[in-house]
């Protein structure tokens, strides 16, 4: 029996993981979660709506717009708010360029799992670029609270959309590279390839979503087929895996780099160049009208479910949080029967979970 | 060989480039504008008097209930020198607890409260970073002098400036929508 984590290099987050052996093989596993639980859910009962968007900030860290997002497209499905515009495309452009930069950091952590230690740094130079445009628009590199429910907190920086297009080259060019350096590895492949293998019917069975889903070959992604905000209007492909191993999750959020840039780049095409950043109506504090919604977003983990039953007053009477890396954490259990303990490492870092929004 | 030759040559112009690393405590790296800081209050340098008039606003609005105060009666209100009758008398923010949400300054109807640029806030004592009046409102001068800060008297006259040079061109029937846009808009400040 061997005892892995609570404090381990390849999770983002505190995660403990007991590992029964035999030899070098892992007869079983036990994950162990909740080293970073903050009753999220419990405290958006005691906290204004306004107020929420800065928890779900802290739920999945590394995609804080996708959250807000998700949370956001939520209270206005039940509020019954239509977004402006331009809002709704500078809102699809920092989630995607959130996705593009949580992705760079998973390339980077995918590498030093199996033992390289360059990708990390490719991964955050390009990392880096997106940061400091956040940081232009946001004023903060993490916990944006951006967005706000019916459009924006306030109007980004009148150069945003020539910035945005000056580092998509540079952001494109630092894709392929870390493609070209990592992804046919001969080494990488061999501790890779065949490794953690998840059949299509065993991903929908314990729930997977996202990348980790789609490397086992079923195309599912909520931005395609239920699509929310705005995302039917581009015109963007769905990398599907044929065997569900590791290479697969990884070169599924490699391609999808790929594919957010493409979606950024028709966004910035349609933006309209003016106009309201917030719905009109929505002053205050917000009271959605006594009812029940769930809304699905796609983040950069996979589906994210935001239940939300209001009983008409200023604080949501219960808030659910269906977290995408919670569900995809659940397959790891038979990901890791008969593999080595070397590849455990490798297996636990492609599923790409952020503890952050596991426990909340 | 010809594969070892290029990685080299990558090497090379790597180890020539200028570095990008900031040596952080001797070297800072410049702040952006909407950089998010601590809280801090803004002063009326014509009256010589925080914005701030104690509505308590922003306290409600905090997350993480990490500021307080108390209003009073203002002394240069009754002088005849300020247009306030009411001014903050005491004001505490525990910047340890803030989180940066900013939720304060957008509540804010008087600009009295903005986030400054200050994020270096160690402190040696446990309890060391529960700023009160005088240091939050030094915090703000020092943000409303090193940015260009608008007071909101100026940035009122400007909108107004811009609302009339807008009217005349308009035509009459879109005049009439802007009117009751705008009683919309006051309509929604007096809730």
Known sequence: ?360 | MLSTLKGMLMTLRTSLRKPVTAQYPKEHLPLMERQVGFPALTWDADVSEPYCVGCMVCVRMCPTQCMSGTMIDNPHHAEGKSTRRKIIEEFEINLGRCILCGLCVEVCNFDAIEMSHEHEISHFARNGRRSDLPVLLEMGKKYQSETNWISPAVKKAAIAAEKAAAAPAAEAGETKEDVSAVADETEGEAK
């Open chain 1, 1 to 360: 029996m061997v005892n892995m984590g609570p404090q381990h290099p390849s999770t983002h987050g505190v995660f403990r993981m007991v590992l029964w052996v035999d030899g070098e093989r892992i007869v079983d596993a036990e994950p162990h979660i909740g080293y970073l639980h903050r009753g999220s859910e419990k405290l958006c009962e005691g906290e204004l709506y306004p107020q929420i968007i800065t928890l779900f900030d802290r739920m999945d860290y590394l995609a804080n717009y996708n959250m807000e997002m998700a949370f956001c497209a939520t209270v206005e499905k039940i509020m019954g708010i239509t977004v402006p515009d331009r809002a709704e495309y500078i809102r699809v452009i920092l989630c995607e360029l959130n996705r593009i930069c949580s992705h760079m950091l998973f390339y980077g952590t995918m590498g030093l799992d199996a033992g390289a230690m360059t990708p990390i740094m490719y991964g955050f130079r390009e990392r880096e670029r997106i940061q400091n445009l956040f940081e232009a628009v946001s004023g903060a590199r993490m916990m944006h609270n951006y967005f706000r429910i019916g459009g924006l907190r306030e109007d980004p920086p009148d150069d945003f959309a020539e910035r945005v297009a000056g580092i998509l080259p540079a952001l494109a060019q630092g894709i392929e590279e870390g493609d070209k350096l990592l992804t046919y590895n001969e080494v990488f492949l061999a501790r890779s390839r065949g490794v953690g293998v998840l059949s299509g019917q065993d991903a929908l069975d314990y729930g997977l979503s996202g990348p980790s889903l789609r490397a086992s070959g079923i195309p599912d992604d909520i931005r395609v087929t239920e699509p929310y905000s705005i995302y039917d209007r581009f015109d963007f492909d769905i990398p599907v895996g044929n065997n569900g191993d590791t290479w697969d999750r990884y070169a599924m959020r490699v391609e999808e780099m790929r594919q957010s840039l493409r979606i950024i780049e028709q966004a910035l095409e349609q933006m309209p160049d003016d106009g309201p950043i917030k719905a009109t109506g929505v002053r205050g504090i917000p009271r959605p009208p006594e009812g029940e919604v769930y809304v699905r977003v796609e983040t950069p983990r996979g589906e994210m479910g935001v239940y939300l039953v209001s009983d008409g007053g200023d604080k949501p009477y219960r808030l659910k949080v269906r977290p995408p890396s919670f569900a995809n954490l659940q397959a790891l259990r038979p990901m890791l029967r008969g593999v080595y303990i070397a590849d455990a490492v490798m297996i636990l870092g492609s599923l790409d979970i952020v503890l952050g929004e596991v426990d909340r």
